[in-house]
Every structure is written in structure tokens, then in C-alpha cells.
């Protein structure tokens, strides 16, 4: 299957990290998940249960996002739990700070591709809706196989692209069932599960899919996944 990337590289002129930014504020998260229609906010409420279900952090140990957004997700981990996010963006780093002061965990600006966190030093990760994103998924992917302990538990969730195109044209881009038009100009990749396979080969192993909202309809998927075992020198 072809997958469509609209990457940077192609157009030199560009510095990533000020798209980025302008993404960012053109499409902030913290508005798509407090301010989107009733529909939308109870996708997003039905994908953030599915990944603290597979998450089961516990009270005590560190959680990193990589690519925390405005925080939204780390918001809804249990108190007690120390969240650990990076994002690229300044603004959004900011906004997560805000949101996320008093729970005694670090927020870092940061490039995902360069994870600033020593080998196999996290037991649970988060990657929500971030590596489409990206200009290299399986360089992200690679750090957070990385920093992952052995025995980590590695939860990513992505958007089911084309399904979500198609029911863009079928309601005609109805607002009051999306958000902004024209947010996909964020997207450097176009993902499925089978683009996601092709990603993580060699870094993580899938384990389980969770389709959001239903097998029938999988506007998201959830998918918890355990890093490889790392081959010897």
C-alpha cells in the first residue's frame, strides 16, 4: 500500500522548527480536545481511557510523552504519577507547563528525534498522535525504543488517515463534526496500522490494536507495544 509523505526535505527552505511552531498555533491541541464538537471530544475522552488502560502506571514512577502537546494526556494520568513530557514546540511547552504545575514532573522543549534521556530509563511511554507529524517516524521510534527500560510498556495511538478523509467527504466537512478544516496540513505522513507496522519494524513489537472507536469505524487506533531486545555489540 502507498502512503503518502509530504516531506520536508523536499523543500530545504523550510526550517522545521518554525512550521512547527505556526502548525502549533494555527491548530492548537489543547483547543481541539476543550473546544472541538460533542462527537469529537468524546473520541478523544474514548482514546485517552484506552491508553491509560494499557498504561497502568503507578503511583510514583515517571510517564514520558513524547510530543506532549498542551498536556491534555498527561492531565489525565493518576496523581501521584510523575509526568514526563518534551514537545518541539515553545508554545506548547509553555502550555503544558501551566497545565501541568503542582504534579512534580518536568516538561522539556525538545526534538523527538533526539530524545534528552539516558538508555532505558523509562517503564512507561506515551506517543499520541504525534508521528504523523514528524519528518522521520522511524527515527522517533527508534529514541523511544531507546530510553524504553527492557520491560517497558509503550503505548502509540495514530489517526486512521484515509478513513477520516473519507468521512470528511461523505459529511461534506460538516463543522460541527470536525474541527478547522484543512488541520491535516500538519501531516507529513499519511498512517494506518499497516504503515505503523512498517515503521516500528525493527525497533518495537506490536502487541495489542485498539480501534477507536470501534472495529467497524477506527477513526484512531491504540496499540500497546514492548521494545525489542537490543542485539549485543
Not at 522548527?17 to 472541538?36: C, D, I, L, V
Not at 461523505?170 to 496500522?193: M, P, Q
Amino acid at each position: 500500500m502507498n502512503h503518502t509523505e509530504k516531506t520536508l526535505t523536499m523543500r530545504p527552505e523550510v526550517d522545521y522548527r518554525a512550521w512547527n511552531e505556526e502548525m502549533a498555533r494555527k491548530y492548537p491541541p489543547g483547543r481541539y480536545h476543550e473546544q472541538s464538537s460533542i462527537l469529537i471530544r468524546w473520541i478523544e475522552r474514548q482514546r485517552i481511557k484506552t491508553i491509560m488502560s494499557l498504561l497502568r502506571p503507578e503511583i510514583g514512577e515517571a510517564v514520558l510523552e513524547v510530543g506532549c502537546g498542551s498536556g491534555n494526556i498527561l492531565e489525565a494520568l493518576p496523581l501521584g504519577v510523575k509526568p514526563v513530557g518534551i514537545d518541539l514546540s515553545t508554545m506548547l511547552v509553555t502550555e503544558s507547563r501551566v497545565r501541568l504545575a503542582g504534579r512534580g514532573g518536568l516538561i522539556a522543549q525538545a526534538n523527538a528525534e533526539q530524545l534528552p534521556f539516558p538508555d532505558g530509563h523509562f517503564a512507561r511511554i506515551i506517543c499520541t498522535e504525534v508521528l504523523e507529524h514528524v519528518q522521520r517516524p522511524d527515527v522517533v521510534i527508534g529514541e523511544i525504543a531507546r530510553v524504553a527500560k527492557p520491560d517497558a510498556i509503550i503505548v502509540i495511538s495514530i489517526p486512521n488517515e484515509k478513513l477520516i478523509d473519507s468521512l470528511r467527504r461523505w459529511t461534506l466537512g460538516t463543522r460541527v463534526l470536525w474541527r478547522t478544516g484543512g488541520a491535516d496540513e500538519w501531516h507529513l505522513h499519511e498512517f494506518d496500522i499497516d504503515y505503523l507496522h512498517q515503521k516500528v519494524d525493527g525497533y518495537l513489537e506490536i502487541q495489542e490494536v485498539f480501534p477507536i472507536i470501534a472495529w467497524w469505524m477506527p477513526i484512531r487506533y491504540v496499540v500497546r507495544c514492548a521494545r525489542l531486545p537490543v542485539a549485543p555489540n
